[in-house]
C-alpha cells in the first residue's frame, strides 16, 4: 500500500482567490499549501468541501485585544478568548497594537504585552502605537522593533493621551520611511472635536447620539486630508484607518489618482450600523459608539460604492473589547475617549467619557459575506481581497497569509454560501457582553476554519488551543518602499 500524497487534501471545493474563482482540490503538507487542481492524489485525511466556497483564512489587520492601559491593566478581551472568535469567524491571523503612552518608553508601555500574545490560538502580529516620538524612541527602539518584525506603526491625530501634532506626525512618517516601516493613520481633527463637545456639553447634550454629533464627517474628511498631505510630503506609503463616510474615502480617492502610495480601511460597523444604533432605551446607544462616529443610514451605501471603485482596500474589525455592563457604562475607563470622564445623574458616562470601539473579530467575516457576496455587492475575489489578500499586501504578509497558492500557510475556511444563521451574542466565542448585530439575519457561514493545515473551528466550536498561534514577524517589502518623489527634490526625510 503506498503512502499518501499530502498530510491532508480538501476536496472538490469552489476556490475564491483574489483574482479568480474555479473548482479545485488542496493538497496539504507540513501546514503549507503543497498542491491545487482537480483529482489530487490521496490525503493521510480527507475534507469534502462539495457545495462549499473555500476562501484563504481572514486576516484582521486591526484589532485590540487585551490591550494595556496606562495603569497596566488589560482590556477584557483576551488572547485566548479573542483569537477563539476570530478562528470561529473565518480569522485565522491578526494585528493588534502595542500601546505608547506619552513620557513613556515602548518598552516602559506595554510589559508583559508580547508574552501574553502568546496566547493566542489564531497567528499574530503586532502595530506599534506612538504617541511621544522622543529621539529615543524613534532612533533606538523603533529600529529594534522593526528588526524584530514589528514593521507597522499606528498614530492617532486625536484623543488626548494619544494624539500626535502634525510636527511629531512627520517625524514619525519620516522615520517610518528610513526604517521601511508602514504607517496607519486614525484621521479626525482633536481640535474641532474638543470644540463641540464643549459646545454639546453646555447645551445639556449628553446621549450616546452626540457622540457622532461631536465629530461629524467633516472633522474625519479634514484630517485625512492633512495625513495623506504629509505623508505626500515625506513620500511614505499609508493606511487611513476606519474610513467611515464617503467625504474621507474622496480623499484617499484623489491620493490614489495622483499616483500617491495611499490605502483606505473600512469596517463592518461603518457599512451595516448606522445613528439609529447610538439610540434607544436604557443607554444602548453606548454599544454602537466607535471612532470614527457611526454616520447617516445613507453613508452606509456610499461607503460600499467606496469599495466597489477600489478605493476601500481593506474590512478590519477594529475589534474592541468593552463590554455594555462592565466598561461601556463607565465614564472614562478606556483611553479610547476624549475629555473629562464625567457622568450624568443616573451614572452613564457622558458621550465623551464612553469607551470607543464596538466588538467584531468573529463578526466581521459573516457580515462581510453576508451583506457584500450574497446581496451582489460584490463578488467572491473581491471578499478575498477585502478579507485578507489586500491585508497580507499592505503589512507585508504576502505569500503567507491571504493566498490559496502553493506555499502559502494552508489557512483555509470553508463556507457554506447558502447557510443562513441569525446572529446572537450567545453563540459567539468572545468575551464580551454584546454584539451591536445582535439578531441580523446573514445568508453564507464559515463552518470549517483551518489554520496551518489543522482544524481550528468546526461548526463554532473551537478546536485551536491557546498558545497554539504564532508569532508573524515581517521583513522589508516593497509596497512599503517610498516612490522617490519629494518636493523640490529635497528629501526632508533622510536628513535624520
Ligand atoms: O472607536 C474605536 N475605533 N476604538 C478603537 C481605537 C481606534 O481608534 O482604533
Ligand atoms: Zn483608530
Ligand atoms: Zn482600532
Known amino acids: 500500500m503506498m503512502g499518501a500524497d499530502y498530510d491532508l487534501v480538501v476536496r472538490g ?45 481572514g486576516l484582521d489587520s486591526h484589532c485590540h485585544l487585551e490591550e ?14 479573542g483569537s477563539a472568535a476570530a478562528l470561529a469567524g473565518g480569522t485565522t491571523s ?32 503586532f502595530h506599534q502605537i506612538i504617541t511621544d516620538p522622543t529621539p529615543e524612541v524613534m532612533e533606538r527602539e523603533v529600529p529594534a522593533l522593526v528588526a524584530r518584525g514589528i514593521r507597522s506603526l499606528k498614530v492617532f491625530l486625536t484623543y488626548d493621551p494619544l494624539m500626535l501634532t502634525d510636527r511629531q506626525f512627520l517625524q ?30 453646555k447645551a445639556g447634550l449628553t446621549d450616546p447620539l452626540q457622540h457622532a454629533w461631536s465629530r461629524p464627517p467633516v472633522v474625519e474628511r479634514e484630517a485625512t486630508h492633512r495625513a495623506i498631505a504629509l505623508a505626500e510630503l515625506v513620500d511614505q506609503p499609508i493606511q487611513v484607518f476606519h474610513v467611515s463616510c464617503e467625504a474621507a474615502a474622496a480623499e484617499i480617492a484623489a491620493a490614489k489618482a495622483r499616483g500617491l502610495k495611499v490605502w483606505g480601511e473600512t469596517c463592518p460597523q461603518y457599512l451595516t450600523l ?46 474592541c473589547g468593552f463590554s455594555f455592563a462592565t466598561q461601556k457604562r463607565v465614564a472614562g475607563s478606556s483611553a479610547y475617549g476624549t475629555g473629562a470622564a464625567a457622568a450624568r445623574p443616573d451614572g452613564t458616562p457622558m458621550f465623551n467619557a464612553i469607551p470607543n470601539g464596538v466588538p467584531g473579530i468573529e463578526t466581521r467575516l459573516p457580515v462581510l459575506f453576508s451583506e457584500g457576496v450574497s446581496k451582489g455587492r460584490i463578488d467572491l475575489p473581491t471578499f478575498v481581497r477585502l478579507s485578507s489578500a489586500n491585508a497580507a499586501r499592505l503589512f507585508g504578509l504576502a505569500g503567507r497569509k491571504g493566498s490559496l497558492a502553493p506555499g502559502a500557510d494552508a489557512d483555509l475556511v470553508l463556507w457554506d454560501p447558502d447557510a443562513e444563521r441569525t446572529i446572537r451574542n450567545a453563540g459567539l466565542h468572545h468575551a464580551i457582553d454584546y454584539t451591536p448585530w445582535e439578531g441580523m439575519a446573514v445568508k453564507g457561514w464559515p463552518e470549517v476554519t483551518l489554520r496551518r493545515g489543522e482544524v481550528a473551528a468546526r461548526g463554532g466550536e473551537v478546536l485551536a488551543q491557546p498558545g497554539s498561534g504564532r508569532f508573524l514577524a515581517r521583513g522589508p ?8 518623489v519629494v518636493p523640490d527634490g529635497f528629501d526632508a526625510a533622510a536628513q535624520g
Not at 494595556?68 to 478568548?81: H, I, M, N, V
Not at 526604517?179 to 463641540?196: K, M, P, Q, S
Open 13 to 57: 471545493g469552489t476556490l475564491a482567490t483574489a483574482a479568480e474563482v474555479f473548482e479545485a482540490d488542496i493538497g496539504i503538507r507540513d501546514g503549507l499549501i503543497a498542491a491545487l487542481g482537480r483529482g489530487l492524489g490521496r490525503g493521510t485525511e480527507e475534507i469534502s468541501a462539495k457545495g462549499m466556497v473555500v476562501t484563504p483564512g
Open 477 to 484: 517589502y516593497d509596497l512599503a518602499r517610498p516612490r522617490g
Open 274 to 319: 448606522s445613528h439609529d444604533d447610538l439610540q434607544g432605551p436604557d443607554f444602548a446607544g453606548a454599544k454602537a459608539v466607535c471612532s470614527p462616529a457611526l454616520r447617516e443610514r445613507a453613508e452606509n451605501e456610499r461607503v460600499w460604492r467606496r469599495i466597489q471603485d477600489g478605493t476601500l482596500d481593506v474590512v478590519t474589525s477594529d475589534h
Open 172 to 201: 514619525v512618517l519620516a522615520a517610518a520611511r528610513r526604517l521601511g516601516a508602514f504607517v496607519t493613520v486614525h484621521c479626525e481633527n482633536y481640535d474641532a472635536i474638543g470644540w463641540r463637545i464643549e459646545a454639546l456639553l
Open 68 to 81: 494595556l492601559g496606562q495603569d497596566g491593566s488589560a482590556q477584557e478581551e483576551s488572547f485566548a478568548s
Open 94 to 125: 491578526f494585528l493588534c497594537f502595542l500601546p505608547q503612552w506619552k513620557g513613556r518608553s515602548l518598552a516602559d508601555s506595554a510589559p508583559g504585552y508580547e508574552a501574553r500574545a502568546r496566547a493566542s490560538r489564531a497567528d499574530y502580529g
